[in-house]
């Protein structure tokens, strides 16, 4: 066999030598024995430096005591690179240096194990939609208005006499595409202008957004647990060797199944009451009482009908009770945070118009978004998952800045 890749490391005894490559796709061990390759080759070893990158040819071999469980005794070795000092030795670094070499940093075991995880979780997401019928509509991510709330926009220049924001959620596109395909999701980049410095925040971060026609929060509930419980059992499946790599607790994972507890919001102020960190009715969960919440129970939380005043304005008001909004967030395990944020949408023009107004917005600019329910509006409903909270849960890791490959946090922007 014939194998390109990169040094990790190498050793020596007496006779033989043992290069340690990766590929990309895993590690292999290649030994070199005097006498059985030529001396130029053997003595290569000498100028072999961490991330080298060379072709080795040989014959492979089970061997359950090599790393990834193979080995190759080299007939024949040629050098692409000699690599230079490599900045990242096995020795431990502080975050904020491998974060400034991030693009060397990927090639680690763990950042390697994290982001295999990641597209696990992004392609069974994906296939969870397909497989429903779902139909994948891209949403703009220049856009003329705000979705998310206006505190958190940023703002670019669109030819000197507009402004153009990058968007924070594909979800009133993904209303259009409902109304127009039924079922739809987009996924794709979103962005909060967030000063926020918590582990559970990005300024860029991937979303996935269904929305469907004809259906109400207990529909997209459902969903949601559903999607979640998908992406968990595809990742114990595929990804058993990285989450061990990772030292992720399995057992936890295993445990990610129907039903899911579902509580509303004055159940979780109780919650909250009983743990003696009481929240007033009418405020929002902060990091700190969503990981109170969270750690009540094993599987993820679904907590429904929050008080319309901290939900955004598409929201559709419960009818029983017009305090409430008919939204929805899933709170991880394990602290992880809110994973899922979605609801039933207003579906009425004058109600909708007049939340726009209400939230400071221009109505001008949403003219389109009511359009929506002028011609045949219907119920609807979707929500959108963060991948990388999803992902940071999955793998048990601190911060979702590990998984995402190039994370744009407030003070990063490099490489
Ligand atoms: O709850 P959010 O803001 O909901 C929306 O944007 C809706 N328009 C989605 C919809 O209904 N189609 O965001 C949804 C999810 C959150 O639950 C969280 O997982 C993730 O997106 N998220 C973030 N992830 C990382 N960094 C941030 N700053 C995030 N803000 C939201
Ligand atoms: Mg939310």
Redesign the pocket.
Known sequence: MTLCGWLTHKRSSGRIRFLILRDGSGLIQATLIKGEISDEAFNTYSELTQESSLTVTGTVRKDKRAPGGFEMQVSNLEVFHIAEDYPISPKEHGVGFLMDHRHLWLRSSRQHAILRIRHAVISQACRFFDDQGFTLLDAPILTPTS??GTTTLFETDYFGDTKAFLS????LY?EAGAMAFGKVYCYGP?F?A?K?KTR????E?W?I?P?VAFADLQTIMDMAEALIVAVVDEVLKTRQPELELLGRDITKLEKIQSPFPVITYDEALQILEDAGHSVPWGEDFGGADETIISNQFERPVLIHRYPSEVK?FYMKHDPHRPEVALCL?VLAPEGCG??????QREDDATALRNKIDKAGLSAESFDWYLDLRRYGSVPHA?????I???VGWICGIEH?REAIPFPRLLDRLYP
Request: aromatic share 6%; with cysteine.
């Open positions: 979705c998310e924070q959620s594909g979800q993904m979103t909060r967030e926020s559970r925040h990005l300024t971060f979303m957004e929305e955004a967030d809110e994973i899922v944020g979605g609801g979707g929500f959108g998952m963060g990388e909270r999803t979702v």
